[in-house]
């Protein structure tokens, strides 16, 4: 299974070889680090972890530093513990990826290991809109603003009726929306660039721009 981290940048609009125009989103990906590998025997289950992005030390706690600055390659004549502190700098994300075997701690995972053509599997948290109307939230009609209804467009209506003495969980009204992790499936890798850290998808995928997106393969 082939996967990374990367951050949401910007859509643009590429030509395939047969000169159809298709939408794209620029993902700035890796490279990321195992920092953990958990075995079934200590952990209960097999995955790893992996670390994207760095971060100043100083903003990091120090149990985040005493676990991830072991991972870090160390210089010569020092311990990976010296190596990792004397860069002053830590990781800013930790994800973890399920069923994942045949990798060591301390390996690196570049845009590399995708090629063009690939379909892949992309999460993200999308869009956060606060507190919205059940005309946005859900699509709703709203009133007629005839027969005497002045101010009733973007109403939801009766929430109650029959025999019910009170609101059914679930029933559908304003609140908070947004800020949910989607996952968008079959999306297709057109584009990798190794020496800018890039991948170009086709078609759309959720959040703002730096959101940070999983993107499994």
Known sequence: MKFILGKKQHMMQCFLEDGTAVPATVISAGPIVVTQVKSPDV?????????????????????????????????????????GEKDGSAYKHLREFRDIEEIKEGDTINVGVFKKGD???VSG???????????????????PRSHGQKHSEREPGSIGGGLRNKVPKGMRMGGRMGGDRIT?????????????????????????RGTLVEIIG
């Open 43 to 83: 952990d209960g289950y097999t995955a790893i972890q992996v670390a994207f992005e760095e971060q100043k030390a100083s903003r990091a706690t120090k149990a985040h530093l005493g676990h991830v600055l072991a991972s870090r390659p160390a210089h010569a004549g020092q311990t990976e513990k010296e190596g």
């Open 119 to 121: 379909v892949i599997t």
């Open 125 to 143: 948290i999308s869009k956060s809109k606060g507190f919205q109307g059940v005309v946005k939230r859900h699509g709703f009609h709203g009133g």
């Open 184 to 208: 968008i499936k079959n999306l297709e890798v057109i584009g990798v660039d190794l020496e800018n850290n890039q991948l170009l998808i086709k078609g759309a995928i959720p959040g703002r």
